[in-house]
């Protein structure tokens, strides 16, 4: 009997800010693969890190990011950043109609209708063009466990766009650690569609392979363009702890410019300022502590590697805030307040990082297989 074709499914991502939803949908793509053709449809800040696998396929639509000034849609590639961008929607979708190749067996989009509300026509007219050809097909949703708190009659309206839309809702996080309810608080009105799948991060390597710890402090920003005064108070701290390395990961979206000025601010010859890291992970279980903005990727890479952690949430949303309150108070890392990037707090910090015990409790971390596992029993009629 000849074997089945693969089922194919289409993935749908914006990226706003950073590249941490990216991150969480390449990882459960790489789990799909062996089981489904992958068709991926992504905006937002370019990765250098694209899954490279013969039943796989990307599209990069025209960029649209956050204005953090304006609180609209930004173009980098131009220079009118006001507007309504007309030319980049109708770009983008002529780029999908393009790109698209039906019939798909499922789709999955990432945050909606949770957020992204702004790419709704988007997104239901994709939503509808693979309803017209391959039928009512199933749509999943995988979105992090902390929302940006809403007043309620939004939430009523991500509960109906869940309800109207959305077979599953995958929440990546551990219940033990944070439920979805504490940010959003009419889960249980959905609650048959929603299911934990543990954390979504990369997988520790045996112990025989970890590097070896080294008196090192890595400083991260993440992805995005944020966290200037994070670095700057690292370099302030470096300059009083001369017997640490201070490795500053300044994010891929940082210019040479930026990346002049931070280097022209560390007087101390223990600072190295980078733009990225491609082996993030591995210098992350080289380092001796971690200090970052506290994004969920970050977080979890941080726990993976089991390195001491303090985190400074971005100011710009409660969402990060949130998750490293909650972590911190199950003792998996320190806080940073705005008061604590002064370089004498900051030393103080560090040097409470590097002598508290490190935590022996157990975070879920397999959300990627969970997805996908659940994603491929449902498209094979088990669930």
Known sequence: MAEAPPKRILYYCQSLLGVGHLACSLRIIEELLPHAEVDLVYGGIDTASMVEHPRFRALRLPTLLHDAATGGFVDPEREDADGDHGEVWDARAAAIAGFVRHPYDAIVVEFYPFGRRRFKREIGDLFKAVKAHSGP???????????????????????????????????????????????????????????????????????????????????????????????????????????????????????????????????????????????????????????????????????????PALAYPYQGTPEQGIRIRKFAEKGLLHELGADDLAPERLKHKIEQALAAPYPAREVAVGGAKATSDRIMAVLGGAA
């Open 137 to 307: 097909v199933p749509i999943f949703c995988s979105v992090r466990e902390v929302l940006v708190p809403r007043a309620v009659e939004k939430e009523r309206r991500m509960v109906e766009g869940v309800r109207k839309h959305i077979h599953t809702v995958f929440v990546r996080g551990d219940p033990e650690i944070i439920r979805f309810d504490e940010t959003f608080s009419l889960a249980p009105e959905i609650a048959d569609r929603l299911c934990y799948t543990g954390y979504i991060s990369p997988p520790p390597p045996p112990a025989g392979e970890r590097p070896p710890r080294r008196r090192q402090v890595l400083v991260s920003v993440g992805g995005g363009n944020v966290g200037r005064e994070l670095l700057e108070a690292a370099i302030g701290a470096a300059a009083l702890m001369p017997d640490l390395h201070f490795l500053l990961a300044a994010g891929s979206r940082a210019t040479p410019e930026e990346i002049g000025s931070l280097r022209a601010r560390a007087t101390s010859a223990n600072v190295e300022i980078r733009p990225f890291l491609a082996q993030f992970q591995q210098h992350l279980m080289a380092s001796a502590v971690s200090i970052s903005m506290g994004g969920d990727n970050t977080l979890l890479e941080v726990i993976t590697a089991r390195t």
